[in-house]
């Protein structure tokens, strides 16, 4: 009788920007400065447009090259949670979201979202919460009006202010004041400096999100924890849902530079990783956080087929 080998599916991803496409961006801005001084929402109009008519060529772009795991830009849509600036930052893009949201679903694209460091859902200070509320509101409206089913907004438990316990303890009564659908799509990640894999196991407990583990901000702030010890864990969290894991390499092995992210992606430390991983026979996604985006993936890939003998079902997908 043959015994059937188990293997476990990895699929990789990048973030917001392709190197690779010239003058493609979904981020395209208009600043608040900017908007106060001419107020001309046609402008702010058309550089909506042209944010989704490039992520369109995003999303294709990434199918043609069989990526199936991406990071979207929340800056999509500028000025959006601005209280200042009164427009409707749905309707009017609705066929265009639709239409694209139908290419991600057809072309079954796995993507998510992650606010900047301005989106703090623990502050002390009122209006930063009231601000991380309209942020957190905003990302799932896009999401929604994307047609998204596995919506992901992913998050940081924010500062440390009068200690770990009470800002944790801040966090999750911030979360509750959230609305169901936005918990539901809320997913807290491991930081560099604060919150390690440990707190976000505890936060998770109390509040039902998942966790997804940013590996480069474990090793920054991994204090006495062996992260093999957590991994069932941290996946259990997703509860049947496919976890995300984010990794990244070092810009260098100084003190001072250690937390910035390298262009590249470190092969060795990254095969370093999957050894370990394997033992666990769970299937994930890999979102690269390196500068280079995706050549930095495609160059991973690449001495990943040179140096080991995973067997790549497509471009960024393969098995171990």
Known sequence: MLLKVIELKIR??????????????????????????????????QIIR????????????????????????????????????????????????????????????????????????????QDVIESTMRILHY??????????????????????????????????????KLPKEVRDAIVVENDDKIFNIIDCLDLSKKIGAPVVLDYHHYRCNRGDIELENYIDQIFDTWQGRVPKVHFSSPKNATKKDFRSHHEYIDVDEFIDFIEMMKK?????????????????LFRLVRLLKWKTDYRFIDGTTFTV
Do not use: W
């Open 12 to 45: 990789l991803g990048y973030a917001c920007i392709s190197r690779t496409l010239e003058n493609i961006t979904s981020s395209h801005s208009y600043t608040y400065t900017r908007f106060k001084e001419e107020e001309n929402y046609e402008k702010l109009d």
């Open 50 to 125: 042209k944010n989704f008519e490039d992520l369109e060529k995003l999303i294709e772009y990434n199918h043609k090259n069989e990526i199936h795991f991406f990071r979207m830009s929340p800056k999509v849509i500028p000025l959006a949670t601005k209280v200042e600036v009164d427009f409707e930052y749905i309707a009017p893009y609705r066929e265009m979201m639709e239409n694209i949201g139908g290419k991600i679903k057809q072309y079954k694209m796995r993507v998510d979202l992650h606010p900047d460091q301005f989106c703090v859902l623990n502050s002390v200070k």
């Open 139 to 176: 990302n799932y409206e896009l999401l929604d009006s994307l047609k998204i089913q596995d919506k992901v907004i992913i998050l940081h438990v924010g500062g440390n202010a009068f200690g770990k316990d009470k800002s944790l303890s801040r966090f999750a009564n911030q979360f509750m």
């Open 280 to 296: 666990k026979n769970r299937d994930f996604d890999i979102m690269i956080e390196a500068k280079a985006k995706d050549e930095a």
